[in-house]
Nanobody, 123 residues
Framework: VQLQASGGGEVHTGGSLRLACAAS????????TGWFRQAPGKERRFVAA????????YYADSMKGRFTISRDNAKDTVYLQMNSLKPEDTAVYYC?????????????????WGQGTLVTVSS
């Protein structure tokens, strides 16, 4: 499966963005999906994930209550709604897909990755 992330941009503190990750290929609904981010000079970190049956969602602690992951299997797209953005949310955001249903906060379980989209939050 190929993933194409979009929706990044520059916003002020407190603003919102919705990232989208469009998948091409077969049976996207059979993949769990996740979002990760990498800030300049830092390691890639987990943001949010959703299991392939949409039964479970997971968030990094600092994103809980501000970010929401969702998916539209009819459009083969997963979204990340980001509200109340802070300068520390500035990063390149990556979407990823895996057949796994466990360990979704670990990047090593993901086989497919999008190219990343840059989010910049200015104060």
């Amino acid at each position: 499966v190929q993933l194409q992330a979009s929706g990044g941009g520059e916003v002020h503190t407190g603003g919102s963005l919705r990232l989208a990750c469009a998948a091409s290929g077969r049976a996207f609904s059979t993949y769990s999906t996740g979002w990760f981010r990498q800030a300049p000079g830092k390691e890639r970190r987990f943001v949010a994930a959703m299991s392939k049956n949409e039964a479970s969602t997971y968030y990094a602690d600092s994103m809980k209550g501000r970010f929401t992951i969702s998916r539209d299997n009819a459009k083969d797209t997963v979204y990340l709604q980001m509200n109340s953005l802070k300068p520390e949310d500035t990063a390149v955001y990556y979407c990823a897909a895996t057949k796994a249903t466990l360990g979704l906060s670990f990047d090593r379980v993901y086989k497919y990755w999008g190219q990343g989209t840059l989010v910049t939050v200015s104060s």
